[in-house]
């Protein structure tokens, strides 16, 4: 895929902080990708979006797009004209980014659309529900045919169903060819639309990489129940230096590759034990990350 946006060694320390609040940071975005931001709160993501908006300028790096990427931006919490009605709204946005004519109305009419939005575009603003706000927020970032849509949380405090509308409308730019940068703290949305997922913590990237490659390269966890409580189990687990827990008749085993598996089922007819359940699972991306942070935490 071509690079639509390049990072290098970005940095950010605002006037009189002891810390950073983005250090060292380069990544590259390419296009028609959906990139997933994930971090704590505090940790950066936001600093990172502003720098790539250039609302703000970096302490240290650069950022590096060309001159006429076109990128639209969806921020957590959408401002708008609240006595302005929504077509009248999205009528004045469209002029901002060069539209005009029949061509303006015509990009209007295809974003309403788009936004689920048709039956509402003569509705004030200030009557919108904020699930209808959030799609209005979108509308206006894909007004002008963009290239490049951030979105900073996008679904924070949508119900369920309004989360799956953001996701659906997320899903429906990436088969345009465009390309997103999707921020948010909710792992499973990353997990349903993102293409490559970065993790920061304190200022860092501590984590770059394809969604589908990091989840296959965590092994699956493995739920044991037994007929009876036994410590044969723990202590073959001890000896192959894997990690697990223990309740009871249950047993959660991580890591449990093709030869420690058939190595317990043998131990397990060798002692007598009857296999009630075995179930496996994937790690969850909520997982990986408390791995990734938890790890940088020890280094520091």
């Not at 990128?71 to 469209?94: H, N, Q, S």
């Not at 639309?193 to 304190?202: L, S």
Request: hydrophobic residues 40%; aromatic residues 8%.
């Amino acid at each position: 895929m071509d690079t639509v946006i390049e990072i290098s060694d970005l940095g950010k320390r605002y006037p009189g902080a002891a810390n950073w609040a983005l250090k060292d940071v380069s990544l590259a975005f390419r296009r028609g990708e959906v990139y997933g931001l994930v971090g704590e709160n505090g940790a950066g993501k936001t600093t990172l979006i502003r720098l790539i908006l250039g609302l703000i300028r970096p302490t240290t790096g650069q950022v590096k797009f060309p001159k006429d990427l076109r990128i639209g931006y969806v921020p957590e919490k959408p401002a708008f004209y609240t006595t302005f009605k929504v077509r009248e709204y999205l009528t004045l946005i469209g002029r901002t980014v060069g539209l005009n004519g029949i061509k303006l109305k015509n990009s209007v009419d295809e974003v309403l659309q788009v936004v689920d939005l048709v039956g509402k575009a003569d509705a004030k603003i200030n009557t919108l529900s904020r699930g209808m706000l959030q799609r209005l927020g979108i509308a206006q970032a894909i007004l002008g045919d963009s290239d490049f849509i951030v979105m900073d949380e996008p679904a924070a405090g949508l119900d369920p169903l309004g989360q799956r509308g953001i996701r659906d409308l997320i899903m429906h730019i990436h088969q345009q060819e465009k390309s997103i940068l999707f921020s948010s703290h909710y792992l499973v949305e990353i997990e349903r639309v993102c293409d490559r997922v970065g993790f920061i913590h304190k200022g860092q990237l501590v984590l770059d990489r394809n969604l589908e490659e990091l989840i296959r390269s965590h092994r699956e966890k493995v739920e044991i129940e037994v007929d009876r409580e036994t410590t044969v189990l723990e202590n073959a687990f001890c000896g192959w230096n894997l990690r697990f827990e223990v309740e009871g008749r249950k047993v959660l085993v991580f890591d449990l590759d093709d030869d420690h598996y058939f190595a317990m089922m043998r131990l397990l007819n060798e002692h007598g034990i009857r296999l009630l359940a075995l179930k496996h699972s994937g790690f969850l991306l909520e997982e990986i990350f408390l791995q990734a942070t938890s790890q940088r935490r020890e280094d520091q």
